[in-house]
């Protein structure tokens, strides 16, 4: 197995962009109510965390057929470390309710592309 750093690097040195990002996977561990019960303080967590340029991305999975929820999340946080987002995971209500539980994990990002187009006279703003 190749060490974490060293993998890094190595994408680096071949031009690669080598973001480094932190993805938990939360899955429910109580009942549906539960989750539920946890859903606004979570959404304001979230919230919270997108002002301050910490969350990159959140939302649901499906499951494998893409026909029906699952339950799973997904959630990307931008972070100093694996232990800084840990403890944003952990802090967040879904997860100190106990209504999911959560695997933390180093997602490095090489390649890729975003498009953003701006309306400025409209303000509509689309991201593909």
């Known amino acids: ?5 060293d993998y890094k690097a190595e994408a680096k040195s071949r031009g690669a962009l080598a973001l480094e990002l932190y993805v938990a996977m939360s899955t429910p561990a109580k009942e549906p109510q539960d ?17 301050a340029g910490i969350l990159a991305f959140a939302g649901p999975m499906s499951d494998e057929t893409g026909d029906h929820m699952q ?16 403890a944003l995971a952990e ?3 879904m997860h100190q309710s106990g209504a999911r ?28």
Do not use: C
């Open 35 to 51: 989750v539920k019960a946890a859903l606004p303080d979570h959404l304001a967590y979230q919230a919270k965390l997108e002002q």
């Open 1 to 5: 197995m190749v060490a974490w750093a």
């Open 91 to 93: 802090a967040d209500p």
């Open 101 to 128: 539980a959560f695997t933390l994990r180093r997602w490095m990002i090489n390649e890729g592309s975003l498009n953003l187009s701006v309306g400025l006279s409209t303000n509509a703003v689309t991201l593909t």
């Open 71 to 86: 339950g799973v999340g997904l959630v990307v946080y931008r972070a100093e470390s694996l232990e800084a987002a840990r």
